[in-house]
C-alpha cells in the first residue's frame, strides 16, 4: 500500500536537507550514513543521490530495506520513514530525477558536481512516524522555548564560546541589571530579585532540555 508524506513531512524532508539513511549489511548489522541530498519525489516516495555511498548501494541492491530519520536540530523534532530503496543508475526515470535536482538548492548537482551522480536512490516509503525529543514530555515545554534554547546554545558553540557556561552560571553578568534596564522594575533590589527568579527559571529550563535528550 505505501504511506502518503503529509505536507508537514515533506516540509521538514526539504528544509533540513540532511537525513540519515540506515541500510542492512549481508551480515545483518546497520549501515547507517548521511544524505544531504535528500529530497521529496512525490506523495508516497523520498529521494536522494549516489554520490559517494557504496555501502548504502550494495546493501540496497541486496535487500532493498531502508529508514530514513529526518530531524530539525533546533525544534528537536523529525520524521522516520521505512521503506524500500530502488538504485536507478540510467534510463528515463535516472534523466527526470536529475532534471528535478538540476537548477535546485542541493550543492552537489551544481555545475561540475553534476557529473558526481552515479545514480539516485528513489524510496517508497511504507510507513512514515513522528519523531519528538522526550523534552516535550514536560508541560512547562514548547517548541518555541526548545528552539529559543537550541538556537543559542548551536550559536555558542558555533562561536567557539567558552562562556558560555559562565553565562549560564552568573545571573548578573550582563550589568546593568536586565529587568532594571528593560524599564520592568524601578529599584535596583527589584532588579536583583526579578533577575534572580529568571535566572533560576532558566537554569531549570535547560536541565530538563539536557537531561532528556
Ligand atoms: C552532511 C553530509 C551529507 C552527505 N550527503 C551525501 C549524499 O547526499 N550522497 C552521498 O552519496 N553521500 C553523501 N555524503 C557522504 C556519505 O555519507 C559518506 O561517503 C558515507 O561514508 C557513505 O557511507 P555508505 O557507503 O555506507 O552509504 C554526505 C556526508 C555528509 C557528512
Known sequence: MGAKLTADMKRVVVEQRLAFVATVCPDGTPNLSP?????????????????????TITNLRKN??????????????GYRFK????????????????????????DAVRSKSEARIRGFVLVKVESALPLTSPAYDHTSVDEQSIRKH??????????????????????????PLESRRNGMVDTVVEALILDLLEWVTKRERDRTYEEVM
Open 35 to 55: 544524505k544531504g541530498t535528500i529530497s521529496v519525489w512525490d506523495d508516497n516516495h523520498l529521494v536522494f543521490a549516489d554520490i559517494r555511498s557504496p555501502g
Open 64 to 77: 532493498p530495506a531502508v529508514e530514513i530519520n529526518v530531524v530539525d536540530p533546533f525544534a528537536r523534532k
Open 83 to 106: 521503506g524500500t530503496g530502488e538504485v536507478i543508475v540510467d534510463g528515463e526515470l535516472f534523466q527526470q530525477i536529475m532534471n528535478f535536482y538540476r537548477g535546485r538548492w542541493v
Open 150 to 175: 537550541w538556537i543559542s546554545y548551536f550559536a555558542a558553540l558555533n562561536e567557539g564560546s567558552s562562556d558560555y557556561r559562565r553565562r549560564e552560571s552568573f545571573p548578573f553578568f550582563n550589568f
